[in-house]
């Protein structure tokens, strides 16, 4: 199913011979393409090149749109619908064939835009929502994603495809999805920024789902400006999408609002509670640096989300059944599977492809949920999203009398393990905005024995402006990020590593 070597020089060689030389949307895609053929196959983070891609490149020249994202190559996750040839298999078989010929309404605004859709990432399959055990950044249609940092180690998940594609220089901009740290767990492990916006901000229309409740698309770039150009873009609301009723009235020119100097005077709550002792000198390095440009750090040391937990994945489960039921009932495509049940019973009935690696125990969990009407779902929604945002974030907030919160993302990438499954490697507080559906930015803080790791800036609901002003300021003052190197390993390659995996001279 993944893109083939051949099919990328067909499309890279078409119109080559053309009277019209190219035109800037045709070269900047052809240089995307490019690099998927030649960096690509090391990484599986591309699940599937767009064969009308300098189609749409030569007609965007044609019709000369302005704007930051006029002819610039995009790559949206595999979870996401875009007319035209691809289908959109969430990285599973059982939607090989789920070709919709529809944009999701942010895909649309995106082509409105000016911008080429090149093709579709790799993630972990159904969005890391099938098991416990499952390995991140693993699909059946897409493989394994690597982290182009060290490629022994994992891109994190869901969005591992997109972070990694980014990371690696494939494009600029990438489009993630999230329930809860899907966007910005690759964004830290692979050295990228990533904003999970406000659940409502951006529609979630024709998306594969997991959550009503917490599912949202977002920016996944180079930078805080790259990530603030695309949500200008994809914000907005959507008929078909209830909980973007209100994003008209919320969204702005979000890249207009950056201000180098956002930080100064600033009150600004530390999560110690989120910290663990390797990210502790890169994260005290990236809180002397928001003290440099004036903000005032207040410690919070303490945070208790017992409630959250095992109430949300109540919330998780169920939401499942019911939103993944609706989806596939409502393709247009000539899918097999309509329901979740059918899904379960496809991943037997090809176990070898599907389930070789880990099972699908979540699933089979979420297929005995009760449904939407289910006062203990309707309970666990209520506690798990009150102990989140009204008694988490905002209280935090007005507690401590700040404007926003900061905390480290997440641990270095672990090496990809097919025995025993992933092995996070703690930090971060991201579950609570992810349960309370409020923004949370990730930019990176630094390496960890060469491993990137990332800064999370985190807020109320509808202060995506904000937090990418601070995290704008934050980079700037940070300055360059290394890049990079595609090492096969940290332990044989990386200079802050290697040598000491010898032993000493004699």
Excluded at 174 to 202: F, H, M, R, Y
């Amino acid at each position: 199913m993944r893109k083939s070597t051949i099919g990328l020089a067909v499309l890279l060689a078409g119109g080559a011979a053309a009277a019209q030389p190219a035109g800037p949307a045709e070269t900047n895609v052809r240089v995307a393409l490019a690099r998927i053929a030649q960096i690509d196959p090391k990484l599986h983070s591309v699940i599937a090149v767009d064969p009308t891609a300098i189609d749409q490149a030569r007609a965007v020249d044609a019709r000369n749109p302005g704007g930051p994202l006029a002819g610039q190559p995009v790559l949206i996750k595999d979870n996401i619908e875009s007319a035209g040839p691809l289908p959109t298999t969430a990285g599973s078989l059982a939607l090989a064939s789920n070709v919709t010929n529809r944009d999701a309404p942010l895909v649309a605004r995106l082509k409105a835009a000016g911008a080429i859709i090149v093709g579709k990432t790799n993630l972990s399959e159904w969005a890391n929502i099938r098991s416990n055990h499952s390995i991140s950044g693993w699909s059946a249609v897409g493989g394994q994603t690597h982290n182009p940092w060290a490629l022994d180690r994992d891109a994190c998940g869901s969005s591992s495809g997109s972070g990694a594609a980014v990371a690696a220089g494939l494009v600029r901009f990438a489009i993630g999805t999230e329930t809860d740290g899907s966007i910005t767990c690759p964004s830290s492990l692979n050295g990228v920024v990533g904003l999970k916006p406000t659940v409502g901000l951006v529609s979630r229309s024709h998306i594969v789902p997991i959550s009503h409740s917490q599912d949202t698309a977002g920016p996944m770039t180079d930078n805080v400006r790259d990530a603030a150009e695309l949500l200008t873009v994809i914000a907005g609301s959507d008929p078909a999408d209830p909980a973007t009723r209100d994003a008209d009235k919320h969204k702005t020119n979000y890249a207009a609002q950056l201000d180098a100097n956002s930080l100064k005077g600033k009150r600004i709550g530390v999560m110690r509670f989120a910290s663990t002792g390797q990210l502790n000198p890169a994260f005290e390095t990236a809180l002397a640096i928001l003290r440099q440009q004036g903000a005032i750090l207040v410690d919070i040391k303490k945070f208790d989300d017992k409630l959250i937990g095992k109430n949300e994945f109540s919330v998780l489960i169920t939401e499942l059944k019911a939103d993944m039921g609706k989806y596939l009932e409502g393709s247009p495509a000539p899918i097999a599977s309509r329901s979740l049940a059918d899904l379960i019973q496809f991943d037997k009935d090809h176990a070898q492809q599907e389930m070789s690696l880990f099972g699908q125990e979540i699933f089979e969990q979420a297929e005995k949920t009760k449904g939407l009407n289910d006062p203990a779902y309707k309970k666990a929604r209520q506690v798990s999203f009150t102990a989140a945002g009204p008694n988490g974030i905002d209280r935090l907030l007005k507690q401590y009398n700040v404007v926003a919160l900061v905390g480290p993302t997440a641990g270095p990438a672990w090496k990809i393990d097919a025995v025993n499954g992933d092995q996070f490697s703690g930090g971060g507080a991201g579950n609570l905005a992810a349960v309370a559906g409020y923004p949370h930015l990730t930019v990176p803080m630094g390496l960890v024995k060469g491993l990137p790791v990332g800064l999370s800036f985190m807020g109320p609901k509808w202060s995506e402006a904000r937090l990418l002003s601070l995290g704008y300021a934050y980079e700037q003052a940070r300055g360059p990020f290394p890049t990079a190197k595609l090492y096969p390993s940290i332990e044989t390659a990386d200079p802050q590593v290697a040598p000491y995996m010898e032993p000493a001279p004699r």
